[in-house]
């Protein structure tokens, strides 16, 4: 008790000055300090590696909570901010929901851009009549994955789509061969092929190979979604 009160209050008024009220030396807490920090270093030397066992055993993704509870399922008497402390001593963290922001959206302006044929009138008469497309992202465990999509406006369906780890044109083309494979080929003739103004589809590439399938290009504001011409909201988020 003494010794909890003396740690309250030494930065306000002394440890000498409080130990000359109380009955008890200075000489006294100091040997009771040094003798539990020994033994918190000494439980702190048998825990880490305990800690990080059971942190690896659990795919590194426990947080100081989660490993705590761990840690008591496993027989270990450990308070939650002890594993805390030690996490951060052994530079070890858990996965948190919270994503890093993931730009999709790369505008190219030295690019020729095609007009916006749409003009938010997200509607088609028939198959084959527009088609939208989008790069969004997925967060995954060894890292992001980049997914194009290609739907068919009509139907609503999803008629093409190419999932890589990079963001460089062919994942786009690579999506359009698959659409157009699975409408019957390169005879799209009329087809708007609708997307942002990202490089990927402000590309000599990706205009030459809608040009092969008769389909013409319609390129939307930078940040809008394809599907809705939302401002700022993604693919993911506006199909």
Known sequence: MMVDYIDAHRDEYGVESICNVLPIAPSTYYASKTAATSARAQRDTVMMPIMLALFVANYRVYGARKLWIAAGRAGHEIGRDQVAR?????????????????????????AARSPGLVKRNFTATAPNDLW?????????????????????????????????????????????????????????????????????????????????????????TVGDCPLTGQRGVGFAACR
């Open 86 to 110: 030690l996490m951060k001593a052994l530079d070890i963290e858990g996965v948190t929901r919270r994503r890093k922001r993931v730009w999709t959206t790369v505008r190219d302006d030295t």
């Open 132 to 220: 939208v497309t989008d790069l969004t992202y997925v967060p995954t465990w060894a890292g992001v994955a980049y997914v194009c999509f290609i739907v068919d406006v009509y139907s609503r369906m999803i008629v093409g789509w190419r999932c890589a780890g990079h963001m460089r044109t062919n994942i786009v083309i690579d999506a359009l061969h698959m659409a157009a494979w699975n409408r019957g080929g390169l005879d799209l003739e009329g087809l708007r092929a609708h997307s942002d103004a990202g490089s990927q589809f402000t590309s000599i590439l990706w205009g030459e190979q809608l040009a092969q399938l008769g389909a013409v290009p319609s390129i939307g």
